[in-house]
C-alpha cells in the first residue's frame, strides 16, 4: 500500500509538514503545545510504599501532572523483600513491592481513574499490571478507566539493560500477553513504551538509537499480528520513550526523524489506515550518562538543555533528572528543581507559545534528513538478519553497540576533575536526601495461601495461554510478586524450556 493510499491524501512534499499532519515530524498534534502541555512527570519511588506515596503528593501538590513509578531492583527481578537474594537492594532504587497491598498504599488517596501513571518496570510487568488492575477494583474503579503506560519492553532488556528474568522467547511472549490484553480491555493504557533510549544509553548512536525503538516496534506489531489482530487494533496504544543529550540541535531533529520514518514505515509496510497508528507518540527521560558526580548543581544546566531539545523536538511526556541523580535516588530538594525545570520551560518561556518553532530551519531539516538516512541504513542491517528478536538472539546487535560505546570519544565534562575526593558535593548530597528507609535491608511480610491461584498460572503458561487473567486472579488472592514468578518459571520448566 502506498502512503497516499494509506492517508487518503497526496505523499507529502519535500521539506517539514505541517503540524498534526502525515508524516508527523513537525508534530502530531496541530496546535503543539498551545493547547495541549506536554505532560509533566517526575520518576519516582524510593523505600516502601508510605515513602513513594508521600513523594508522589509532594510532586502533585506542586504541579506535576503525571506520576511515573519506580521499582527496586528486587520488585523488577521478580524477588520478595524477604528473599536472601533481595539484601541490600530493598527500597534503594525504587520502591519495594510485594503484594497488591503495597501497589494500593503506593496511590492511597490518588485517584487512578484520573491520574495518568507510568510503570517503569519490564521484567514482572505482567505481575505488576496485574495488581494495579485489582488496586483500582478494590478502590471501586473501573479497570477500563486506568490511564497510563507500561514500559515492558523485554527487547531492549535482553540487548541493552540486561534486567530479565527468562529467556528472551519467554521473555517476548509475556510482553505480548500484556499487550494483548490492554488491547481487549484497557482502552486507556499503553500497554509498551517500546525503547531505543536505552540502546543508546549503552553505547548506540543517535541513528541507531532511532532505529532500535522502530525495529523494536516492529518486532511486536509483527508478534501482535500473528496473534490475529489488525495493525490498526495495536499500533494506536503504542508508546515510545527515547532520551534527549546535550547536543540540543540534533537532539530536537532526532524526534522529527524519528516520527517522520515511523509514520513512512507504518502506511508503506505495515497498511496503516488510522491516522493514531502512524503517529509516534514519545516519552523522553533526559540521559543519566550526561550527569557527573561532581559539583552536581551543573548538572541542572545539563538537563534543562536535554529537556530544551526534547520539547523543541515536540515529545507529549518528559522526565528530567535531578541534579543528585548520578549518585542517588533523588532527594526532595533535587526532585523539586527538576520539577520546577520543566515547569519554567512552560510557564516562563516562550518554547510552548509557538506550534512548531523548529519548522523551516535549514539546519534542522539536514539534520533530520541524515538522522533519519543512518536510521534507515541500521533498519535495512537489522532486517537482513531476520528482524531484532533475530539480531538481539545472535548477539550481532549487542556486539555492534559495544563497539560503539568502546570508541565513544564524548568530550571533557566542565567540573569533574581528576581527584575522587570531592567532599564538598558529598556533604551536599547528603543534606538534601532523605528517605526514611534503611536502604537496602530485607523487610518481612504475611503471606497467604495462594496454592490454587497460583497452580493455574502454572497451568496457563504450560499450555501457551495469556497468563494475565490468571495472574490477577493471584493478585487479588494476595500473590506476592516473588510467587507469581515462581509459577510463571515453573509453568515454562512444564515445557521443558531452560530460564535465563
Same mark, same amino acid.
Given at each position: 500500500?502506498?502512503?497516499?493510499?494509506?492517508?487518503?491524501?497526496?505523499?507529502?512534499?519535500?521539506?517539514?509538514?505541517?503540524?498534526?499532519?502525515?508524516?508527523?515530524?513537525?508534530?502530531?498534534?496541530?496546535?503543539?503545545?498551545?493547547?495541549?502541555?506536554?505532560?509533566?512527570?517526575?520518576?519516582?519511588?524510593?523505600?516502601?510504599?508510605?515513602?513513594?506515596?508521600?513523594?508522589?503528593?509532594?510532586?502533585?501538590?506542586?504541579?506535576?501532572?503525571?506520576?511515573?513509578?519506580?521499582?527496586?531492583?528486587?520488585?523488577?527481578?521478580?524477588?520478595?523483600?524477604?528473599?536472601?537474594?533481595?539484601?541490600?537492594?530493598?527500597?534503594?532504587?525504587?520502591?519495594?513491592?510485594?503484594?497488591?497491598?503495597?501497589?494500593?498504599?503506593?496511590?492511597?488517596?490518588?485517584?487512578?481513574?484520573?491520574?495518568?501513571?507510568?510503570?517503569?518496570?519490564?521484567?514482572?510487568?505482567?505481575?505488576?499490571?496485574?495488581?494495579?488492575?485489582?488496586?483500582?477494583?478494590?478502590?471501586? !474503579? =473501573?479497570?477500563? #478507566?486506568?490511564?497510563?503506560?507500561?514500559?515492558?519492553?523485554?527487547?531492549? /532488556?535482553? +540487548? @541493552?539493560?540486561? %534486567?530479565?528474568?527468562?529467556?528472551?522467547?519467554?521473555?517476548?511472549?509475556?510482553?505480548?500477553?500484556?499487550?494483548?490484553?490492554?488491547?481487549?480491555?484497557?482502552?486507556?493504557?499503553?500497554?509498551?513504551?517500546?525503547?531505543?533510549?536505552?540502546?543508546?544509553?549503552?553505547?548506540?548512536?543517535?541513528?541507531?538509537?532511532?532505529?532500535?525503538?522502530?525495529?523494536?516496534?516492529?518486532?511486536?506489531?509483527?508478534?501482535?499480528?500473528?496473534?490475529?489482530?489488525? !495493525? =490498526?487494533?495495536? #499500533?494506536?496504544?503504542?508508546?515510545?520513550?527515547?532520551?534527549?543529550?546535550? /547536543?540540543? +540541535? @540534533?537532539?530536537? %531533529?532526532?524526534?522529527?526523524?524519528?516520527?517522520?520514518?515511523?509514520?513512512?514505515?507504518?502506511?508503506?509496510?505495515?497498511?496503516?489506515?488510522?491516522?493514531?497508528?502512524?503517529?509516534?507518540?514519545?516519552?523522553?527521560?533526559?540521559?543519566?550518562?550526561?550527569?557527573?558526580?561532581?559539583?552536581?548543581?551543573?548538572?541542572?544546566?545539563?538537563?534543562?538543555?536535554?529537556?530544551?531539545?526534547?520539547?523543541?523536538?515536540?515529545?507529549?511526556?518528559?522526565?528530567?533528572?535531578?541534579?543528585?541523580?548520578?549518585?542517588?535516588?533523588?532527594?526532595?530538594?533535587?526532585?523539586?528543581?527538576? +520539577?520546577?525545570?520543566?515547569?519554567?520551560?512552560?510557564?516562563?518561556?516562550?518554547?510552548?507559545?509557538?506550534?512548531?518553532?523548529?519548522?523551516?530551519?535549514?539546519?534542522?531539516?539536514?539534520?533530520?534528513?541524515?538522522?533519519?538516512?543512518?536510521?534507515?541504513?541500521?533498519?535495512?542491517?537489522?532486517?537482513?538478519?531476520?528482524?531484532?528478536?533475530?539480531?538481539?538472539?545472535?548477539?550481532?546487535?549487542?556486539?555492534?553497540?559495544?563497539?560503539?560505546?568502546?570508541?565513544?570519544?564524548?568530550?571533557?565534562?566542565?567540573?569533574?576533575?581528576?581527584?575522587?575526593?570531592?567532599?564538598?558535593?558529598?556533604?551536599? +548530597?547528603?543534606?538534601?536526601?532523605?528517605?526514611?528507609?534503611?536502604?537496602?535491608?530485607?523487610?518481612?511480610?504475611?503471606?497467604?495461601?495462594?496454592?490454587?491461584?497460583?497452580?493455574?498460572?502454572?497451568?496457563?503458561?504450560?499450555?501457551?495461554?495469556?497468563?494475565?487473567?490468571?495472574?490477577?486472579?493471584?493478585?487479588?488472592?494476595?500473590?506476592?510478586?516473588?510467587?507469581?514468578?515462581?509459577?510463571?518459571?515453573?509453568?515454562?520448566?512444564?515445557?521443558?524450556?531452560?530460564?535465563?
Amino acid at each position: 500500500m502506498s502512503i497516499e493510499d494509506a492517508i487518503g491524501a497526496p505523499a507529502a512534499a519535500a521539506g517539514p509538514s505541517r503540524p498534526g499532519e502525515f508524516p508527523y515530524d513537525a508534530g502530531i498534534h496541530p496546535t503543539g503545545y498551545t493547547t495541549k502541555p506536554w505532560t509533566i512527570r517526575q520518576l519516582a519511588g524510593l523505600g516502601d510504599a508510605n515513602d513513594t506515596n508521600a513523594r508522589f503528593r509532594y510532586l502533585l501538590d506542586r504541579g506535576e501532572t503525571g506520576l511515573s513509578l519506580a521499582f527496586d531492583l528486587p520488585t523488577q527481578m521478580g524477588l520478595d523483600p524477604d528473599d536472601p537474594r533481595a539484601e541490600g537492594e530493598v527500597g534503594r532504587a525504587g520502591v519495594s513491592i510485594a503484594t497488591v497491598d503495597d501497589l494500593a498504599a503506593v496511590f492511597a488517596g490518588i485517584p487512578l481513574d484520573r491520574v495518568s501513571v507510568s510503570f517503569t518496570i519490564n521484567a514482572t510487568a505482567p505481575m505488576v499490571l496485574a495488581m494495579w488492575i485489582v488496586a483500582a477494583e478494590e478502590s471501586g !474503579v =473501573d479497570p477500563k #478507566a486506568l490511564r497510563g503506560t507500561l514500559q515492558n519492553e523485554m527487547l531492549k /532488556e535482553h +540487548l @541493552a539493560r540486561k %534486567a530479565y528474568i527468562f529467556d528472551l522467547d519467554h521473555s517476548f511472549r509475556f510482553s505480548l500477553d500484556v499487550i494483548e490484553h490492554c488491547v481487549r480491555h484497557l482502552p486507556k493504557v499503553n500497554p509498551i513504551s517500546i525503547s531505543g533510549g536505552h540502546a543508546r544509553e549503552a553505547g548506540a548512536d543517535r541513528g541507531l538509537e532511532v532505529a532500535c525503538g522502530i525495529a523494536d516496534a516492529e518486532q511486536y506489531l509483527d508478534g501482535m499480528l500473528a496473534r490475529g489482530f489488525t !495493525v =490498526d487494533e495495536v #499500533a494506536p496504544q503504542f508508546s515510545f520513550i527515547y532520551g534527549a543529550h546535550l /547536543e540540543l +540541535l @540534533a537532539e530536537a %531533529a532526532k524526534f522529527r526523524a524519528a516520527r517522520r520514518l515511523y509514520a513512512r514505515r507504518m502506511a508503506e509496510h505495515y497498511g496503516a489506515r488510522n491516522p493514531r497508528s502512524m503517529r509516534m507518540r514519545i516519552q523522553v527521560n533526559t540521559f543519566g550518562s550526561t550527569l557527573a558526580v561532581q559539583e552536581p548543581l551543573n548538572n541542572i544546566a545539563r538537563t534543562t538543555v536535554s529537556a530544551l531539545a526534547a520539547v523543541l523536538g515536540g515529545v507529549q511526556s518528559l522526565h528530567v533528572c535531578a541534579f543528585d541523580e548520578a549518585a542517588q535516588t533523588p532527594g526532595e530538594l533535587a526532585a523539586r528543581v527538576a +520539577l520546577r525545570v520543566q515547569q519554567i520551560m512552560l510557564t516562563e518561556t516562550d518554547v510552548a507559545r509557538h506550534v512548531d518553532p523548529l519548522g523551516g530551519s535549514a539546519v534542522i531539516e539536514q539534520l533530520v534528513d541524515e538522522i533519519e538516512q543512518t536510521a534507515v541504513d541500521w533498519l535495512d542491517r537489522i532486517a537482513e538478519r531476520g528482524g531484532l528478536l533475530a539480531s538481539v538472539r545472535s548477539g550481532w546487535l549487542e556486539s555492534v553497540i559495544e563497539e560503539m560505546a568502546f570508541h565513544d570519544e564524548s568530550g571533557p565534562r566542565v567540573g569533574v576533575r581528576d581527584s575522587h575526593e570531592y567532599a564538598e558535593e558529598k556533604q551536599l +548530597l547528603r543534606d538534601q536526601h532523605r528517605t526514611g528507609v534503611a536502604a537496602g535491608r530485607r523487610r518481612p511480610f504475611t503471606r497467604t495461601d495462594c496454592t490454587g491461584p497460583l497452580e493455574r498460572v502454572r497451568a496457563c503458561v504450560e499450555q501457551d495461554e495469556n497468563v494475565l487473567p490468571a495472574l490477577i486472579e493471584a493478585a487479588r488472592a494476595r500473590a506476592t510478586v516473588g510467587q507469581m514468578r515462581a509459577a510463571v518459571a515453573a509453568g515454562i520448566g512444564g515445557r521443558n524450556t531452560p530460564t535465563a
